[in-house]
């Protein structure tokens, strides 16, 4: 049986940038309206016991707790610590090890918030789609400003020291197929970023993707496509494209239970700051994620969790793909494309992904290449 591994505490209902993609504030789930703007003690405290009764249950050894928004860092220097602090004192005596992450737009970032996340060890993820340009198309603060320079600053301070740097995980940027994906790529490397990731945009068969006018185009796999060539060309172990190894890892038969690819269940709670629990947080493109749970009176057992329609789907892995997904060729490797992007109407999750003939030319390619690299090794 699959179980909860990682925990997402949603310590923000609030952002201070208004992106025009964002899943929380702007698509199918209008949870956030009735949230209250950040996350209360009670809340953490109960999380973090319970998630602790959980993983001992369980019998995990290791869990990841990862925060996020709106925007985590408007949650406040004093509160997140002292959240991090609780965590590690109570899951001390356990043996059982916990990654801390944290997901930030790195506008309000500053040498404050580093010395916190380098004393508990925590991995921040930066989003950063490409040049100026690229980037203020959709992140912009609500007063219609551009936020790159200041997403620019922090990278920078992330990569000033060698102490920064330990805390930085690289950035996260969402697909936007009128750039060139060889400048965008060379635009983060030039910058000193060594670790970066694409998603695709958060869209599904009612909400279709930017410039995807019908399903058999395949403008992002050929964007990815073009981009994979140059990963192998620059043939430099010290820069990850994260999208592209978990690829290659499935496509040469390994595990990987990332929840964006593969066949493996999704293993991620939602915490959000009322304390109700919710499915895998980009699900609120298309649907309410709420699981009809709250941390103050549920506890986390995985089958009460289950009994939930949706979090039926995202536990079932293989069993929750459409007969289409069942039968393709690929299957262990593209798990039917990431779950939010499977959604109609009509049919629900029973839909291979809205990127399927995307995901289909990429990994093909990636698979001719990795076959054509054995051949001549
Ligand atoms: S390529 Fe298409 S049919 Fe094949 S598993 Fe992926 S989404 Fe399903």
Redesign the pocket.
């Known amino acids: 049986m699959s179980e909860f591994t990682t925990f997402l505490l949603k310590v923000s209902g609030k952002c201070n940038l208004n992106c025009s993609y964002c899943y929380v504030f702007k698509l199918a789930d209008k949870s956030w309206k009735k949230q209250p703007p950040f996350m209360s003690t009670e809340i953490w405290q109960t999380s973090a016991n319970k998630i602790k009764d959980y993983a001992i249950n369980h019998q995990l050894k290791s869990i990841g707790i990862n925060l996020h928004g709106g925007e985590p860092l408007l949650f406040g220097k004093k509160n997140t610590e002292d959240l991090f602090n609780y965590f590690e004192s109570i899951f001390r005596q356990t043996g059982i090890n916990i990654s801390f992450g944290l997901q930030t737009n790195g506008t309000l970032l500053d040498q404050g918030w580093i010395d916190i996340f380098h004393k508990y060890n925590v991995g921040i993820g930066i989003s950063l789609d490409g040049n100026q340009v690229v980037h203020d198309t959709n992140r912009k603060f609500h007063s219609g400003e551009g936020s790159y320079e200041k997403v620019r600053r922090a990278i920078n301070l992330c990569l000033s020291t060698e102490k920064n740097r330990e805390v930085f995980s690289g950035t996260l940027s969402v697909i936007n197929i009128n750039s060139n994906p060889l400048e965008t790529l060379h635009e983060f490397l030039n910058m000193g970023i060594k670790n970066v990731d694409f998603l695709f945009p958060d869209s599904n068969y009612s909400n279709l993707p930017p410039g995807k006018g019908d399903f058999l185009d395949t403008h992002y796999g050929d964007w990815l496509l073009e981009m994979f060539d140059e990963y192998l060309n620059l043939n430099n172990s010290n820069i990850s494209i994260r999208l592209f190894d978990v690829l290659m890892t499935l496509c040469l038969g390994y595990k990987h239970n990332m929840d964006v690819y593969g066949i493996t269940p999704i293993e991620i709670l939602v915490i959000a700051t009322n304390g109700d629990l919710h499915a895998l947080d980009s699900l609120k493109a298309s649907v309410s994620t709420y699981l009809g749970a709250n941390i103050l009176t549920n506890d986390l057992n995985y089958s009460t969790i289950n009994e939930n329609k949706l979090g039926r789907v995202q536990a079932g892995g293989y069993k929750s ?2 007969e ?2 069942k039968n ?1 060729d ?2 262990n490797v ?4 990431y779950l939010p992007h499977r959604y109609s109407i009509s049919r629900e999750f029973d839909n ?2 809205i990127y ?1 003939v995307d ?2 030319k990429l ?1 093909k390619h990636i698979n001719a290449k990795l076959i054509a690299m054995k051949q001549y090794s």
């Open positions: 793909l459409s289409k997904c393709c690929i299957v593209c798990g039917g494309g291979p992904s399927c995901l289909y990994i």
